[in-house]
């Protein structure tokens, strides 16, 4: 009787463990088991050598990363959809914009783009950190007295978006793109760095409520990163107001001593307190924009031909600005909308089906 009851436990002995073991594995997301897959590290085109490392090093931080730059890419267009340069040249197929050649310019739309990747990186890397995705990194439980102290009925708590990884990740993967001590690796550093500062400087507060169905008697409070939006506003503000530095400006030199860290003590005490923090604040870049009006392949540019413009608006999308004087067509164009909504009791919403019939002006 011994030996086959001793035989039985073992058995469920044996089951108990491989369940256990079993379940600890299911414990780790599985977006991570798919991400720490090195091999993704060669679907990026045009990674630089020190960038393929990182690469290898923390494949699915670099994955977030990739998510990061299709937000910046798709808000830059949100911001640009009016302008003669909309932003489609960094839609890439291979999902990595920085195979356009834009990224080796140094026009007033790079340094956007460049700030806006950068910004893309760190929201997405610390989001996904405190997702419990990433195997370097998890959620920041700092706790942020000096923005808000903690008071009787609530508390710093939970788990905030990592913000401290993030910037360091974006700082790691972007700078490390170009290494060279020259005009182009100085603006993109600096452009990179504004971007992880404009996250850095926004970061939101979210609370929960406790206590009895719903009196909020007590709450708990962690830190997010802003929406994509609100970056995307700030940063199309710094471009608007972005300094042009040239080789010859004595503002490039400035820039340039600031980064060689050739400053001598005597010439930093002398440079303005509020100087300084203009151009630590802003956008910069070192090349003037060309019109946009004319396609040149070499710099990415698809020209404007073609493009939708808007009779009556004052903005940028007017058709004399957007075609560049070249004039326009007349295109009549008939489609279908929903249309004369009515909500129905209960709970049913109804819609004609309307035709629109109109003329759009299309740029010569
Ligand atoms: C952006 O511009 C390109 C080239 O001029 C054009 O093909 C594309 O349709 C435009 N995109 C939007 C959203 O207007
Ligand atoms: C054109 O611009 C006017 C004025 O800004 C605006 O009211 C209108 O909706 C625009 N039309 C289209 C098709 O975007
Ligand atoms: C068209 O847009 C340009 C660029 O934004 C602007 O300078 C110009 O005043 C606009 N023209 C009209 C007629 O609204």
Known sequence: ???????????????????????????????????????????????????MELCYKEPDT??????????????????????????????????????????????????????????????????????????????????????????LNWKWSGCSHNIHYSTRFAKLFLDRREKAK?????????????????????????????????SCEFKTCWRIVPDMRIIGNILKEKYRNAHLFTMSN????????????????????????EKKSTHRQNLIYYQTSPSYCEADISADVAGTSGRFCNRTSNGPDNCSSLCCGRGYNLLRRIRTELCKCKF??????????CTIDEWISVCK
Not at 6 to 23: D, G, K, N, Q
Not at 255 to 261: F, L, P
Request: hydrophobic share 30%; proline share 2%; aromatic share 8%.
């Open 250 to 273: 004595r503002g490039f030199k400035k820039i340039r001593e600031k980064y060689d860290n050739r400053l001598s003590s005597q010439r930093k005490r002398r440079r303005s307190k």
């Open 62 to 151: 670099t994955m977030a990363a990739m998510k990061g730059l299709q937000y910046a890419v798709s808000e830059c267009q949100h911001q640009f959809k009016e302008q003669r340069w909309n932003c489609s040249s960094l839609v890439t197929k291979e999902k990595y914009p920085y195979t356009s050649p834009l990224f080796r310019k140094g026009f007033r739309e790079t340094s956007f783009a460049q700030a806006i990747s950068s910004a893309g990186i760190s929201i997405a890397v610390a989001r996904e950190c405190s997702l419990g995705a990433l195997l370097n990194c998890g959620c920041d439980s700092r706790k942020y007295q000096n923005q808000m102290r903690e008071t």
């Open 344 to 353: 129905e009791w209960c709970c049913e919403v109804k819609c004609d089906t």
């Open 1 to 51: 009787m011994l030996p086959e009851f001793t035989h039985t436990s073992c058995l469920i002995l044996t089951l108990v463990i491989f369940t256990c073991m079993t379940m600890a594995k299911l414990r780790r997301p599985i977006l991570y088991n798919l991400h720490s897959d090195r091999t993704v590290c060669r679907t990026i085109p045009g990674l630089s050598k020190d960038q």
């Open 182 to 214: 020259d005009i182009h690796a100085n603006v993109n550093h600096h452009n990179n760095r504004i971007g992880r500062m404009v996250v850095k400087n926004n970061m939101q507060i979210k609370c929960k409520c406790h206590g009895m169905s719903g």
